[in-house]
């Protein structure tokens, strides 16, 4: 499996292959190598073994701050899969003012920023509910909200414009 991971900004390639033994791993990161163990040990913890050091993970499901916990320390983290045609959409033609629309029908339950704000790529710009699913929207690039055509409790269909990033 080969995903996409931001963490902290920065971009890594990563390539997930099962090794010979069960709950073994061998981990390519941005081309280097190491072999993994993993179990969950519960649902969102995870004990991973990586070059014989040993790690807790604690995933955090706040779909606003994804983060992990790694020991004692928190990694803001982002992961999609290189294939996704969604990422190659949400990736394409970030020159020149960009809209961003509903992927789905449903509600607009939260709105995170207002007209005129300044915005960085990733910055989460509002949360619809479909299928009893939040799903938050971000901007595909850095710049200025130039037009925020949706209010919390609004009703937006599938392909509709929700807001235009300069």
Same mark, same amino acid.
């Given at each position: 499996m080969k995903l996409d991971i931001e963490i902290d900004g920065k971009q890594h390639r990563v390539d997930l292959t099962p090794a010979a033994e069960p709950g073994r791993w061998n981990v390519q990161l941005d081309g280097h190598t190491v072999e993994a163990d993993a179990h969950f040990i519960r649902p969102g913890v995870l004990s991973l073994l990586l070059e014989g050091r040993a790690h807790r993970i604690v995933l955090d499901a706040d779909l606003a701050?994804?983060?992990?916990?790694?020991?004692?320390?928190?990694?803001?983290?982002?992961?999609?899969?290189?294939?996704?045609?969604?990422?190659?959409?949400?990736?394409?033609?970030?020159?020149?003012?960009?809209?961003?629309?509903?992927?789905?029908?449903?509600?607009?339950?939260?709105?995170?920023?207002?007209?005129?704000?300044?915005?960085?790529?990733?910055?989460?710009?509002?949360?619809?509910?479909?299928?009893?699913?939040?799903?938050?929207?971000?901007?595909?690039?850095?710049?200025? %909200?130039?037009?925020?055509? %949706?209010?919390?409790?609004?009703?937006?269909?599938?392909?509709?414009v929700l807001a235009v990033i300069e």
């Open positions: 701050d994804p983060a992990l916990h790694l020991d004692e320390h928190r990694i803001a983290w982002q992961a999609e899969d290189p294939r996704s045609f969604q990422r190659r959409r949400r990736h394409a033609g970030t020159d020149g003012p960009v809209t961003l629309k509903a992927s789905m029908p449903g509600r607009v339950v939260r709105v995170l920023v207002e007209h005129g704000d300044h915005v960085v790529a990733h910055q989460g710009i509002l949360v619809i509910e479909a299928m009893k699913m939040q799903n938050e929207l971000k901007s595909p690039k850095e710049g200025r %909200v130039s037009d925020l055509r %949706v209010e919390p409790g609004d009703t937006v269909a599938d392909g509709e």
